[in-house]
């Protein structure tokens, strides 16, 4: 019993001091009342601590200047000091009672030869770490460096140069004895290069040449070899640079190149191979600018505005313009220095066919088109070319005048607008009853002259008359889901009879159709009701009143038709020209069929296939494929906007009342209007669609590049992206699948709504969990949940009992900031002789704790035991109070509020701790 007590008060003895450091009302003993830095003295002021670390404040006298010593508690052998003194900033460590700064160097950095230690102190660990920097030199490009770390790690690094251009480096880096990698590379530079070469009609003479290398090796095999060349010439007023860049690791290289003329100004390429060995096939970049004429030019009164250019390695421009919605497009093509020299002119074409040329004062010279910098500006009521023709017609339409301008120089241009918005029709010139003539009709464009009052008309339109066309009724219509023919009887001209089920059956409605300027007046009547209106003569569809009321709804759909085949008249637009844009289209189960264009703007529009009883239309802007869904089973229609993506298929639209619905599909008339999916690659096990907050999410495009792997699924709603990374994979070496979700709907109550949250796919279920709760689901090609049927033969289900748990791992509860990762997991192992169950916590600071019930139907818990996060382990008595009788500290003082026992047998022989471990 002896041997115990001595043990013991040693134990407390030497204790004692320590667990007066826990006392904050004085100083701590190894460092004391004062403390010298560099001469300067603080006195202690006062301590306070957080559980774990003390932080001491030490002052000068006169309170001007103070430091924080900061100590792990129990631990005071090693502390950071920070602050300020009368010479600057305080940043250093006390190390048993010396101090020492943080930062310490010895001679002039970038000077000669210097060195530098550098200290790291981790009072957590107890320890300090330490980094020590030797370098030189010599002023010229030559220098040297090593450094040494407290881990062991280690560096070197050496430069020179020749003082030429000519330049050569190298470094290693390991540890201990191991050298782990080295790097080396260079550059040199050639004084008196000589060569040149001969572009854009110019001579080229090289000036300087400069190379540079680089290489990498690590673990002793070489990861990096690259190198590059850049070689400049100049013609006196111009320069070009080529840069050939090379790995000969990844097997890569290119060229670039760039300059600049006073002609042709900036130029620049890139091909994918070293080097240029024929510069005749050089692909340049895409002109910035235009050459020849400014960015926006008026052609026959008509705006266009530049719209690319291309340069050739013989110095030509060729510039590109585009006006009238796309229609009216000019091409002015020349040699750049040529033009600018004043030895030619830039050749000027319109419509694809030549028209006059430029020159280098931005003069046209043109024949049947007037083009000039600016438009005319001063506006006028009346037609200036044609006085007494307020009305012109094109092949049957009528273009009423809308305005004439005229400016400075004696030029007018009188503007022409069809009904409904069908086409534009501009007079440009300087004289009455001469001019030269451009417009459109729907998507077809014309141009032409007028001269003595008669046009002289090429292109699609074949005539333009200022008089009314002759009265003509259509061969046949559609209407209402009705074919209507003319009656046989030449006595009932302009009765038309419907045929319900196509041409050659018997009548069962009639309607009148008479002749009206710039179309056909409509009136009649079916089993769904009246209607009346004028059915413009340029063909396409169009709506009608639904009812014998002028001021009705136009809801009614007709279109003109052939009567032998009874095939719908277009508008001169059909889908040829659209392959990405559907013949059908399924809205909430029912099928709309493509069935013409309406104009201003052009749109596909789709209706039902019964349109006497269908109560949806859809419209599809052929330009930007804006969609609009108009509902007539609604007083008024209501109607929904939204758009469809060519490339994918797909419908999509801003959240909102006002949006399209969900169930808008693209169809395929041929294949039972099966919906339109963009397919999945080949060899792709990702699913057509998944299933986000019960919505389908589409696959909607695969980037295959080698760094990005990357599949795309799309919401219905504008801004719903979902990607899942490693998208092809190859199914021998999977790898975790980063599925990441932006869902600016869901989030649009948030300050960034489209704030993204991530998680990983399962490659068995090809489910996930995002970080924020969010349950992602396999969904088939319908757009439902894929059905995945889990394979079991059920070979542990040995254990008879409620609930029987197959696998080996369990998990429950989600961080509260990472719904994708489980709280805690479970996991069993067997090695066939050891079995063993393995509980973890996925925070870093993670307790355990054991309750019970005070007593049966009493709602009182007491701790039985307790794992804090420090890993400190308290057993606590089974009456109360709720402290800890037992703490058991690995890291610090172990402590018991009970007497220890000892066996009768007497002391505790010295046996039992040489048997085991350290005690």
Known sequence: MKTFLAIFSLCFLACAPLCAQNDNSQPLTLIGSSLSIHAETFDWVEASDDGTYRTDVYSTSDLSYSVSVVTKLLVPGLASVSGSSSWGTVDGHLSSGSYAENYVESGTPGYGSWETWTYSVDLAATQVAWTHVSASDDGSGNSSSSWVNSAGEWGTRSDSNDGNGNTSWSESW??????????????????????????????????????????????????????????????????????????????????????????????????????????????????????????????????????????????????????????????????????????????????????????????????????????????????????????????????????????????????????????????????????????NLHTAFFHGSLASGAFAITGAVVAVSTQPPPAALPEALWLRGGFYAPDDDPATTGVYEWDPDGPGNAEAFTLTVAAVSGGYEITGADDVGAFSGVLPAGGGLHFLHAGVDASAPQVVPVIQATTGTGAALGSGENLDAHPGLPLAVEVQGDILVFKGTLSGPARAVYVPEDTRTGKRWLALRLDTHAASLTDLGFAPAAVTAGSYDAQTHLFSTPHGSGSLPEYVHAADPEVSHAHWRLPLPVGMDLPPSFIVRGQPWWFAGWDDSPNANVATYRGFYDGQIMTVDHAMQDPAAPVDRLVTLVDPVHNAGLTNPFQETQGTLSDVRRSVRLRDGTLVLSGNALGGQ?????????????????????????????????????????????????????????????????????????????????????????????????????????????????????????????????AGGRP
């Not at 840069?243 to 900036?266: C, F, M, N, Q, R």
């Not at 070293?274 to 692909?283: E, H, K, L, N, Y």
């Not at 696998?807 to 489980?822: C, H, I, M, P, Y």
């Open 174 to 439: 390991g540890e201990g004895a191991t050298t782990e990698g080295t790097r080396e590379g260079g550059s040199s530079y050639e004084h008196s290069p000589t060569g040149g070469l001969s572009l854009f009609g110019r001579t080229f003479g090289l000036t300087s040449s400069q190379s540079g290398w680089e290489t990498e090796t690590l673990d002793g095999v070489e990861t990096a070899n690259s190198g590059w060349e850049s070689r400049a010439y100049s013609d006196g007023d111009s320069t070009l640079e080529v840069l050939v860049d090379w790995d000969l690791v990844a097997e890569t290289d290119s060229t670039s190149i760039s300059g600049w003329t006073p002609e042709i100004g900036a130029f620049s390429t890139s091909t994918a191979t070293q080097g240029v060995s024929d510069w005749s096939a050089v692909v340049w970049d895409a002109r910035t600018a235009p050459s020849f004429a400014p960015d926006t030019l008026w052609v026959n009164g008509w705006l266009v505005s530049w719209q690319s250019g291309t340069l050739s390695s013989s110095g030509v421009v060729t510039d590109v313009y585009a006006g009238a919605g796309g229609q009216l497009g000019m091409v002015i093509s020349g040699d750049a220095r040529e033009v600018v020299l004043g030895n030619t002119s830039a050749v000027v074409s319109i419509q694809g066919a030549a028209a006059g040329s430029v020159g280098n004062n931005q003069s046209f010279s043109m024949t049947g088109w007037t083009v000039s910098s600016t438009g005319a500006e001063e506006p006028s009521s009346t037609p200036f070319f044609l006085p007494s023709v307020p009305v012109l017609w094109v092949e049957g339409l009528e273009y009423t005048f809308e305005g004439g301008l005229s400016d400075g120089n004696g030029g007018h241009v009188d503007t022409y607008t069809a009904q409904g918005g069908a086409g534009t029709l501009r007079l440009a010139g300087s004289t009455p009853g001469t001019a030269h003539v451009a417009g």
């Open 786 to 914: 894929e059905i995945i049927t889990p394979t079991d033969d059920y070979s542990l289900h040995t254990i008879r009992s409620d609930v029987d748990i197959i696998g080996n791992n369990l998990s429950f509860g989600v961080l509260q900031d990472d719904a994708s990762l489980a709280g805690a997991l479970f996991a069993f192992r067997d090695d066939g002789s050891i079995a063993s169950l393995h509980s973890s916590l996925s925070r870093q600071a993670a307790e355990w704790v054991w309750w019970r019930q005070d007593s049966t139907n009493v709602n009182v818990l007491r701790k039985v035991m307790w794992m804090d996060p420090s890993h400190r382990l308290s057993l606590f008595p089974p009456e109360g109070p709720d402290q800890p009788a037992i703490v058991l500290d690995p890291a610090g003082t172990s402590s018991l509020k009970h007497p220890l026992r000892i066996p009768p047998g007497g002391d505790i022989p010295m046996g039992a701790f040489q």
